[in-house]
């Protein structure tokens, strides 16, 4: 297993680096975001510890390149306090987990392994199905480029469909799933809100078929 450790302060990389050594990891250490960036993308590591406190390029931007550049080694995260919104755009950065300083070594090992385990599997923050993308996490969805507005119910529903791109979803998981469990409003609720999101995505530039299509007698369905 080979890890790649991006961390500045030689102390701590110096430590974490025969930590990993003892582990039987074989570690590439480098102290700073270019060069993690370079790295990361020229060989296929299978993890990477980031430090986000970085000089010149940090490591929210590191992680963010490395997944649109389709990356996606796991990669665990190093934050210097206690900060909410750091662990936030480190997550929504493309990053599977974060650990904050100080640490105890062993929580390092076994988040490590978890994520290993996990493998490289794509994970994008974005989702994208067709001309239409949507970002979960800046609640934005674009359609050909443009800006379409949705409600809160809209954009879950969105988002659903598209996180099974390509398989035919029925009524009953959609409400499951989107609406809440003591739902009992409108039957048809579902279908009124694929109507809703169909005028507001309008059509694709071709004139082909709307982007949520209807499956008679079981569902909808997004993407191929
Ligand atoms: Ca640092």
């Not at 650990?99 to 974005?126: C, T």
């Not at 119910?153 to 598209?162: D, I, Q, S, T, V």
């Not at 029925?170 to 739902?183: A, E, G, K, M, P």
């Not at 694929?194 to 993407?223: C, H, N, Q, W």
Request: hydrophobic share 45%; net charge negative; charged share 30%.
């Amino acid at each position: 297993m080979r890890i790649l450790l991006v961390e500045d302060e030689i102390k701590m990389a110096r430590a974490i680096r025969r930590g990993l050594e003892q582990e039987g990891y074989a570690v590439d250490a480098v102290g700073d975001g270019e060069e993690a960036l370079f790295r990361a993308t020229e060989s296929d590591y299978d993890g990477i510890v980031l430090d986000l406190m970085l000089p010149g390029m940090d490591g929210f931007a590191v992680c963010r390149t490395l997944r649109s550049r389709d990356r996606w080694a796991p990669v665990l995260v190093l934050t210097a306090r206690d900060a909410v919104a750091d662990r936030i755009r480190g997550l929504d950065a493309g990053a599977d987990d974060y650990l904050v300083k100080p640490f105890a070594f062993g929580e390092l090992l076994a988040r490590l392994r978890a994520l290993v385990r996990r493998g490289p599997g794509a994970r994008p923050a974005v989702l994208e199905v067709g001309d239409v993308s949507l970002d979960p996490a800046a609640h934005r969805v674009l359609r050909a480029g443009q800006v379409v507005e949705l409600s809160a119910r809209e954009f879950a529903l969105l988002e659903y469909l598209m996180r099974h791109a390509g398989e035919v979803v029925s009524r009953t998981r959609i409400l499951d799933h989107v609406w809440d469990y003591n739902y009992d409003g409108l039957s048809n609720v579902v279908d009124v809100y694929v109507g809703y999101l169909r005028r507001k995505l309008g059509t694709a530039p071709d004139g082909s078929e709307p982007f949520i299509r209807t499956v008679r007698g079981v569902g909808y369905v997004v993407g191929s």
